[in-house]
Nanobody, 127 residues
Framework: QVHLVESGGGLVQPGGSLRLSCALS??????TAWFRQAPGKEREFVGSIRWFDANTRYADSVKGRFTVSRERFKKTMALEMNNLKPEDTAVYYC??????????????????????WGQGTQVTVSS
């Protein structure tokens, strides 16, 4: 059975940094991703990584500030977030699928194409 567990959320001031981690177990992972959901808003794509070659893709809103990485043998994925803004405040979820998506494909950013999800971790950016 696949399990995804996020950690590392918290409160940070604008301009600060935070690192989220996702521990994955119980399956084979082709593509994993981070999504986020703010109160009253729909879940939105943040970034993804294809596991066999670490090919990544980012939402325009986080490009240049966030970095997704993975450790294949430890089966972990990380989201390094820099220069955080109040609008980054949300619950952040990691998601996984056994399928390997091309970063240029629309499949990558659609939450419906991921089979497994973590419970989420809260990130609050506020002074």
């Amino acid at each position: 059975q696949v399990h995804l567990v996020e950690s590392g959320g918290g409160l940070v001031q604008p301009g600060g940094s935070l690192r989220l981690s996702c521990a994955l177990s119980g399956g084979t992972f082709g593509t994993t991703a981070w999504f986020r959901q703010a109160p009253g808003k729909e879940r939105e794509f943040v970034g993804s990584i294809r596991w066999f070659d670490a090919n990544t893709r980012y939402a325009d809103s986080v490009k240049g500030r966030f970095t997704v990485s993975r450790e294949r043998f430890k089966k972990t994925m990380a989201l390094e977030m820099n220069n955080l803004k109040p609008e980054d405040t949300a619950v952040y979820y990691c998601a996984a699928t056994p399928r390997s998506y091309n970063s240029g494909s629309s499949y990558v950013s659609d939450h419906a194409n991921y089979d497994n999800w973590g419970q989420g971790t809260q990130v609050t950016v506020s002074s």
